[in-house]
């Protein structure tokens, strides 16, 4: 059965600071890795997938790897803002293509 | 593009009542699912779709029943509401069982 772990649960950082978000997951046969925001009170946004022969994805200021082999996939936010304060949830899709969501890290930019 | 539509956004239920919480999509996507949210729990997947008359339980299925009658629509009921499934439940589809998910905004259900 598919377990995802999200460290650190939470985070607090000054603005302009960059910073990774980790994920590790327990069975390496992933179809892809999504990562998604949820923002409160609010559904999740999409934010990157990743799939299974992709090593990493790209959006603005967002940049998310995949490492089959250690279990791991990272999110890594350049240059903070304010806005970019929310829940971030990384999620498995295995062979089953079900999604198995981590718990989230709450992240917090200061400003 | 309206994307994924739930309603009601809030609801409050008696023990032993029955409800439907309403399900839509517009982008012809194939997939569809259902989850909850607890504290603590994550979200968890309750039951799925595939396509138009195809449905499948996920983690949580217990208590929920659903149907697929057509590809942008995929309701979810609740036979008789118990105070376990207070919760939020989030709608979600994609193009295909391996694509990017597209989440609705949520039903915060209170059942007392």
């Known amino acids: 059965k598919q377990e995802v772990t999200q460290i650190p649960a939470a985070l607090s950082v000054p603005e302009g600071e960059n910073l990774v978000l980790n994920c590790s997951f327990t069975d390496s046969a992933i179809y892809n890795l999504q990562w998604f925001r949820q923002d409160p009170g609010k559904g999740l946004t999409s934010l990157l997938l990743?799939?299974?022969?992709?090593r990493e994805q790209t959006s603005g200021r967002l940049n998310a790897s995949l490492d089959k082999s250690s279990g791991r996939s990272t999110l890594y936010i350049a240059a903070s803002q304010p806005g970019d304060s929310a829940t971030y949830l990384c999620?498995?899709?295995?062979?089953?293509?079900?999604?198995?969501f981590g718990k989230g890290t709450l992240l917090t930019v200061n400003p | 593009n309206a994307g994924v539509t739930q309603t009601p956004k809030f609801q409050v239920l008696k023990t032993g009542q029955s409800m439907t919480l309403q399900c839509a999509q517009d982008?012809?996507?194939?997939?569809m699912s259902w989850y909850r949210q607890d504290p603590g729990m994550g979200l968890r997947l309750i039951h799925y779709?595939?396509?138009?008359?195809?449905?499948d339980q996920g983690e949580v299925p217990n208590g929920y029943n659903v149907s697929r009658s057509t590809t942008e629509d995929f309701p979810l009921r609740l036979l008789s509401a118990a105070p376990s499934q207070t919760s939020v439940y989030f709608c979600?589809?994609?193009?295909?069982?391996?694509?990017?998910?597209?989440f609705g905004q949520g039903t915060r259900l209170t059942v007392v």
């Open positions: 990743i799939q299974s022969s992709q």
């Open positions: 999620a498995g899709q295995g062979s089953n293509y079900k999604l198995t």
């Open positions: 982008m012809n996507h194939e997939y």
């Open positions: 979600a589809s994609s193009l295909t069982r391996a694509t990017e998910a597209f």
């Open positions: 779709s595939v396509g138009a008359g195809i449905t």
